[in-house]
């Protein structure tokens, strides 16, 4: 048996060295969640300068075999600031879509609002009484 024991003294660790471990941790921790942060918005920037096109001119899609983009170039941009009709159908049907999406939500958010102030007048003219 150790002396600390016998003698009924209690071994410490010291303050300093406490922190230091806590800190060293804390650093580890906050390094791992920035990079599992920023490695996502790293690829959407990369892929939005992603070459879609293969060197025969075909359409490569949306799904490829790589995690990070191989080529890269304007294409995507110029495309999306092309005027062309199609661009304009597919806002068209973009808006319809969030039209659809967007009443039942507002109403939806409404109900909710008067629900919450309704509970609250509620609450108050009981604590008046």
């Known amino acids: ?11 410490f660790r ?7 471990i806590a800190l060293i941790a804390d650093y580890i921790v906050l390094s791992l969640l920035s990079l599992i942060w ?9 892929h939005a ?8 001119g075909e359409i490569n899609g949306n799904v490829v075999s790589n995690f990070f983009p191989t080529r890269f170039g304007f294409d995507n941009f110029i495309d999306l600031f092309t005027f062309n009709m199609v661009f304009i159908q597919d806002i068209g049907n973009l808006l319809n879509q969030e039209f659809r999406l967007l009443l039942p939500s507002v109403i939806l958010n409404l109900i909710q609002k008067m629900m919450v102030l309704s509970q609250s007048h ?7 009484i």
């Open 122 to 128: 509620g609450k108050v003219c009981v604590r008046s």
């Open 38 to 46: 920023i490695i996502p918005i790293l690829w959407i920037f990369l």
């Open 1 to 11: 048996m150790s002396s600390a024991i016998l003698t009924g003294q209690r071994k």
């Open 49 to 56: 300068f992603r070459v879609q096109f293969n060197d025969a």
């Open 14 to 20: 010291s303050q300093k060295k406490s922190n230091r």
